[in-house]
Nanobody, 127 residues
Framework: QVQLVESGGGLVQAGGSLRLSCAAS????????VGWFRQAPGKGREFVAA????????YYADSMKGRFTISRDNAKNTGYLQMNSLKPEDTAHYYC????????????????????WGQGTQVTVSS
């Protein structure tokens, strides 16, 4: 059983930065790709970024490119999402997720390809 626990959210002013962490336990962290999603009130779950098993491949939603950076430290069983130049529209509940599926690279934007989910952490960006 995999457990994912996010941390690092909070309240920040527009233009500020936050670093989210996703601490994993259970199954070997190297066995699954990691994605970050977010959900704002009244909206569906939105893909933010994803990273492959060893970190060699990263993917971003267009609106996050150049502002967000996804990374992972397999030795620490932890994934990260560095968020810079935050905007009020980035306000949402952020979730990390894990996918052990070989076909993940074809569907990394889709929540359905992720088996493991954390409870999320709230990010609020004030204007």
């Amino acid at each position: 059983q995999v457990q994912l626990v996010e941390s690092g959210g909070g309240l920040v002013q527009a233009g500020g930065s936050l670093r989210l962490s996703c601490a994993a336990s259970g199954r070997n962290f190297r066995d699954y790709a990691v994605g970050w999603f977010r959900q704002a009130p009244g909206k569906g779950r939105e893909f933010v970024a994803a990273i492959s098993w060893r970190g060699g491949n990263t993917y971003y939603a267009d609106s996050m490119k150049g502002r967000f950076t996804i990374s992972r430290d397999n030795a620490k069983n932890t994934g990260y999402l560095q968020m810079n130049s935050l905007k009020p529209e980035d306000t949402a509940h952020y979730y990390c997720a894990g996918s052990p599926h070989g076909g993940w690279a074809l569907e990394y934007r889709e929540p359905r390809v992720y088996d493991y989910w954390g409870q999320g952490t709230q990010v609020t960006v004030s204007s």
